[in-house]
C-alpha cells in the first residue's frame, strides 16, 4: 500500500515571496504518478501540478514547480509570488500507473496562509 | 469547458434515513471515482466505475452501494446514516486514455443530524 505524508500541518508566507511545501511518499512500485491538489474555502478541489514518475524533468505550471527527488520519494511544491489567492489547503497525492487502479491517495494536507 | 456536475450540492438527512448523490461525468469520460472528505480530513477513495463496471474499491461501507449508468452517470446510495458519514462527496470523472487526469465535481455537502 501507498502512504502519503505532509508533516507540516500549517504554513504562512508573506504576499510576492517564496514558499516551498513538503510531502513524503512510500511505495513499492517504480511507475506513478504524484500531484498537488489545491482546496481553497470553497472546498473544490483544483489540480496544481502533476509529476510523472518516469520523467526526471520536474514539472512547472506558472508560477508552481515540483522538486522530486526519487530516490528520497520525495515531492515538494514551490510557490513564487505567492498571492493571496493561493491561501487554501494543499494535498500532496499518489497515483500508482496501472489503468485499473488508477485511485488518489491523498496526504493529510496543510493550511497555507498568504499575509497581505 | 464542461465539468464533473455533482447533485445535490447540500443535503441534510437524519439518523438511520437514506440519501441518494448523483454524479454526471464531464462528456466523454468514462471512469467515475467516490471520494469522502470528513472534516478536517483528507479525501478518502470509496469506489470507482469503468464502462459500468466497478473497478476499484476502497473504504466504502456495506451500507453504501454505487452505479454506474448507460450515460456514465454514477449514484451513490447511503443507508442507515450515521452521524459519521457527515462529509463532503466528491466525485472525479477520467478518460480511460487519460486516467492520470482526474477532475472533481464541486462536491456534495451531507449532513447527517
Known amino acids: 500500500a501507498q502512504t502519503v505524508t505532509q508533516s507540516q500541518p500549517e504554513m504562512s508566507v508573506q504576499e510576492a515571496e517564496t514558499v516551498t511545501l513538503s510531502c513524503t511518499y512510500d511505495t513499492s512500485e517504480n511507475n506513478y504518478y504524484l500531484f498537488w491538489y489545491k482546496q481553497p474555502p470553497s472546498r473544490q478541489m483544483i489540480l496544481v501540478i502533476r509529476q510523472e514518475a518516469y520523467k526526471q524533468q520536474n514539472a512547472t505550471e506558472n508560477r508552481f514547480s515540483v522538486n522530486f527527488q526519487k530516490a528520497a520519494k520525495s515531492f515538494s511544491l514551490k510557490i513564487s509570488d505567492s498571492q493571496l489567492g493561493d491561501t487554501a489547503m494543499y494535498f500532496c497525492?499518489?497515483?500508482?500507473?496501472?489503468?485499473?487502479?488508477?485511485?488518489?491517495?491523498f496526504g493529510k494536507g496543510i493550511t497555507l496562509s498568504v499575509r497581505p | 469547458a464542461a465539468g464533473v456536475i455533482q447533485s445535490p450540492r447540500h443535503l441534510i438527512k437524519e439518523k438511520r434515513e437514506t440519501a441518494t448523490l448523483k454524479c454526471y461525468p464531464i462528456?466523454?469520460?468514462?471512469?467515475v471515482y467516490w471520494y469522502q472528505q470528513g472534516p478536517g480530513q483528507d479525501p478518502q477513495f470509496l469506489i470507482s466505475f469503468y464502462e459500468k463496471m466497478q473497478s476499484d474499491k476502497g473504504s466504502i461501507p456495506d451500507r453504501f452501494s454505487a452505479q454506474q449508468f448507460s450515460d456514465y452517470h454514477s449514484e451513490l446510495n447511503m443507508s442507515s446514516l450515521e452521524l459519521g458519514d457527515s462529509a463532503l462527496y466528491f466525485c472525479?470523472?477520467?478518460?480511460?486514455?487519460?486516467?492520470?487526469?482526474?477532475?472533481f465535481g464541486p462536491g456534495t455537502r451531507l449532513t447527517v443530524t
Open positions: 462528456p466523454r469520460h468514462d471512469t
Open positions: 497525492a499518489f497515483m500508482t500507473y496501472t489503468g485499473a487502479n488508477s485511485k488518489l491517495t
Open positions: 472525479a470523472s477520467s478518460s480511460s486514455g487519460s486516467r492520470n487526469e482526474q477532475y
